[in-house]
Each structure stands twice: as structure tokens, then as C-alpha cells.
């Protein structure tokens, strides 16, 4: 069985896991959630992925709590959920209604209690264990799966008048169980993760909603607040995570179901990709407060570096096959095309497990600054830029990670980017417009296929970025 989210949770991400899996890097190794909530994506990718290092943080301690004991004490988890379940099945929905309110007062009775004895968490505690017993309860009874508090941190949602609510699904828990048991738990807030967060961990960050109108801000699902000035925050935390090298892909509301002009979230991600979805949202009783609302996912993955095609692929498109016969020749009848063609080739087998390699000068790089390359080997490279094999100490160099770049593989669009650069800084011989549009717009260089000069290229401009990326350098 396939692990799901054991609880409902407001802004759950189940109905949009198509749109999300589209964004996933093609392999995780190293995954971090600094807002877990219910967890969609997170069981979605363990399960997938299966990542080495797993960290998963939330504000919420009785959210956290409630994962622990799933991962730690399942089967006295599932006993006591059943007991509930059995309880509840027996009772009128008056006596039920009632029976919640018991257990919402027991519920609020071990927070104040646990908050007094012990700060941490502690998956051998008895009272850590009923709590998240209790937790699942709730939020399978309350009102809309919520989780609210109030100003003193007591959970206040009501009673939600249910029939006959699943409380225990005891082989999802034993799935979640299985998939939690090499995943490190965090409470506190999302920067804390910064410290794990590296050139190899894929980001994935679904904050609390800013809020469409004053009546939807029913989501503080802790004593803190989120506002714009935590949302300009937590842009910032993302811009810094993704200059690490991270990949990141972050959720959130999205302004302009209710004001088309407001570009609140446009503005603070103007470096990265936004795409707009949709999803299904009951955010209050109202009929008017449910239906498709459109949300927005922020990327700084579909322009990285992880890319669709060799040279050799390309060189089976008409578009370059044709212009590499025209200006170099026929590589069945003549050997120096064959030999260019093959080390166009060679230069481009590495990029599947992201290994490139940058040489310092090089023919057709004049002007247009250091270059980035994919490259079979540092020889190959070398033999393309140098021919007989002579270079200097130092001049080739070896990066591991995902540089940030403009995928412009095809010509019409490297001509359209160039065409934008020209009209928006004007022209000069040392195209320095095309370096100040790539990052004007958040990129770290360009990728574009070459077949006269130099095969598959890139020409890199922030070469600071791809520093904090590089793992050796080769003399």
C-alpha cells in the first residue's frame, strides 16, 4: 500500500501532487519540508525516491509529535485510535458530540501539561502518545480538519456533526510508519533548516497562505502569525537556499483570484518560475468560500540545468543537421566533419549525473566571458578547445550541483533571447547585453547549442554562483 496523509490539513496538497510531480528533480537523494503540514508531498516522494537524508520540520509541536509517534509507537498508536473508533461508532451523534468535547478538554489539559513538564518531545512518553492519539481524533471530528488555536495555544475548533469518520486506518499507518523511520524531525522555524539544506537537497516549502480576503485568514494553525512581512522573509530564505544550489519548489495563495492588480507574489518571485494552478478549496462555511481557486508554484528548477537532450539528439533535428552540413560538411564523406561531430558528441555525455566542465578561453568564447561545458572527460574538452592537447595548469575545471541557467537549446529561442537583450540594453561587440538580461532575470548564464563553434555550450556569467558550487578544481 502506497503511504497517504493520516490527517486532513487545511491546504493539503493530494489534489495537486500531478502539478507538483512535475516539478520533481529527476532523482532526490537529500529531501527537507520546513512546513510538513499533512505530508502529500512528503509520502509522495519517500515513497518514489526513497532519499538518503530526510529532514521534515514544522511550528506545530503536536504536528511533529503526532509524525514521531506514527514513526516510533504505530501499533499502541493504532490500538488506542481503534478504541476511539469503536466508541464513537456505538454513540448518537449527540453523545458523539459531547464525547468531543471531552476529549478536545483532554486534548488542551496534556498541551498545558507537557508544555510544563517538558520542552522536547519525547516518542517514549506517555503523554506525547495520547496526544497524538488524540490529535488524529480531532482532526478527523472537528470542523473541516482544522487546526486552530487560540491566543494561549489551545486547540478551539468545534465539533463537525460526523456520522461515521474513519479514525483509524491502521495499514495507512503502518505504511507512513515504515516510510518515516529514516526521517529526521525538527520543531521550530523553517530557517532552522538552512544548516541541512545543500547544493543536493531538493526544497520543498508549502507555508501558511496569505490570506485572499480578511474572513479566509482562518489558518493559524499555531501562536504565530503569518503576514507579508513573514512571506517577504521566507522569500528571502528562498532566494538565499536556492543560490546554495538547492532546488526549490514553494506553494502558496495566489492574489489575483480576488484582485487581478495585486502582484504581491509576482514582485517578491520575480527571479523564479511561477505557474498558476488550480485547486478545490473549502476555506468556510459559505458556499461562496469554496470552488477552484487558482494557487501559485514557485521554481527555480525548470530552467536549471537538468536537461533533455545530448548532442547527438539534437544533431538528428533538421534545424542543426542542416546547418552543420552546410558550414562544416558531411560526416559519411568528410573526416574533418566526422571528427568535430564526435567531439561535439563526446563534449555532452555527463550531464545525467551533473558533471560539467569549464575551460578558461576557447574559440568563439571572445567576449562573452567565462564558459560552463558538459564534457565526456577533461581530455575531450581540452582536445576540443585546444586540438593538440596543450593547456596550462588549472585551466579546466570540474563542478558538481545544478547552476541556475536559461535553457535555450533551440535557435529561434536563442535569437528571440538575444533580440529582447538587444532592445531592452542595446548592442555592443561584447554582448554584454545578453550577460545583463540573463541576470536581469535571475539566471546564471545561458545554455545554447552551437554546432559551427563550439557544439553544446555554456556561457556562464555569475561566476560566483557556480563557485559555491564546485566541489574540486583539476590541474
Known sequence: MLAKPFIKWVGGKSQLLEEIR??????????????????????????????????????????????????????????????????????????????????????????????TCHAELDSASGIDLEKAVLFIFLNKTCFNGLYRVNSKGLFNVPFNNAKNPLLCDGENLRACSKLLQNVEMKVGDYKECKSFIDDKTFVYIDPPYRPLTQTAAFTSYSENGFSDKEQIELGNFITE???????????????????????????????????????????????????????????NMSKQAEFKFTAEELFKSEEYSSIFLNAIGDIEKDDFAKSK????????????????????????????????????????????????????????????????????????????FEAEAIKTFGNDQKKSYLKKLTLQKGFDGIRYFDPLATGEEFVLFNTETIKQVSKRRIA
Open 241 to 299: 537556499i536556492s543560490n546554495k544550489g538547492a532546488m526549490v519548489l514553494a506553494s502558496n495563495s495566489d492574489p489575483k483570484n480576488t484582485n487581478e492588480n495585486d502582484n504581491f507574489f509576482d514582485d517578491l518571485y520575480k527571479n523564479f518560475e511561477i505557474k498558476r494552478v488550480f485547486a478545490a478549496r473549502a476555506i468556510n462555511s459559505k458556499g461562496s468560500g469554496r470552488g477552484k481557486l487558482s494557487e501559485i508554484l514557485v521554481s
Open 341 to 416: 561531430y564526435e567531439k561535439d558528441i563526446a563534449k555532452t555525455k555527463n550531464y545525467r549525473i551533473d558533471v560539467y566542465y569549464h575551460a578558461t578561453g576557447g574559440y568563439g568564447e571572445i567576449g562573452l566571458g567565462e564558459g560552463l561545458y558538459l564534457g565526456k572527460d577533461k581530455m575531450a574538452l581540452h582536445n576540443f578547445y585546444n586540438n593538440e592537447g596543450e593547456f596550462g595548469e588549472n585551466t579546466i575545471i570540474e563542478y558538481h550541483g545544478k547552476p541556475h541557467f536559461i535553457d535555450l537549446t533551440s535557435l529561434k529561442e536563442y535569437e528571440s
Open 22 to 115: 512535475e516539478k520533481y528533480p529527476s532523482k532526490i537523494e537529500k529531501y527537507c519540508e520546513p512546513f510538513v503540514g499533512g505530508g502529500a508531498v512528503l509520502f509522495d516522494i519517500l515513497s518514489k525516491f526513497q532519499p538518503k537524508e530526510v529532514l521534515i520540520n514544522d511550528i506545530n509541536k503536536e504536528l511533529i509529535n503526532t509524525y514521531l509517534q506514527i514513526k516510533n509507537n504505530c501499533e499502541e498508536m493504532i490500538s488506542q485510535l481503534l478504541e476511539l473508533q469503536n466508541v464513537y461508532k456505538n454513540h448518537t451523534v449527540e453523545e458523539n458530540k459531547e464525547f468531543f468535547y471531552e476529549k478536545r478538554n483532554r486534548y488542551n489539559e496534556l498541551k498545558v501539561d507537557s508544555a
